[in-house]
């Protein structure tokens, strides 16, 4: 059985605003975040697009970088889904 990667991702929601999060399966997340379900953000202003997917070895260290992604402005995380 293979052991599914982590991921961090970034999406764009429609308000313009970015929403960060983490999965071991990113095209079910989506899907989910697509049909509205998640965070209060996420129902309200449905995501347009994923930006950004950055993997992680474990759920411990994608909790970490979403955490310092999510303290980043949005200028910064704009920086970093340019240079991904």
Not at 43 to 51: D, S, T, V
Not at 65 to 82: C, D, F, G, P, Y
Request: aromatic letters at 8%.
């Amino acid at each position: 059985m293979s052991k599914k990667r982590w991921i961090v991702y970034i999406l764009e929601m429609s308000n313009g605003k970015y929403y960060t999060g983490i999965t071991n399966d990113i095209e079910k997340r989506l899907a989910q975040h697509r049909a509205g379900k998640g965070s209060k953000i996420v129902r309200a202003f449905l995501p347009i697009k994923a930006l950004y997917i950055e993997l992680a070895r474990n759920r411990s260290e994608a909790s970490k970088r979403e955490a310092q992604i999510k303290k980043m402005s949005h200028a910064a995380k704009k920086k970093l889904v340019e240079q991904k």
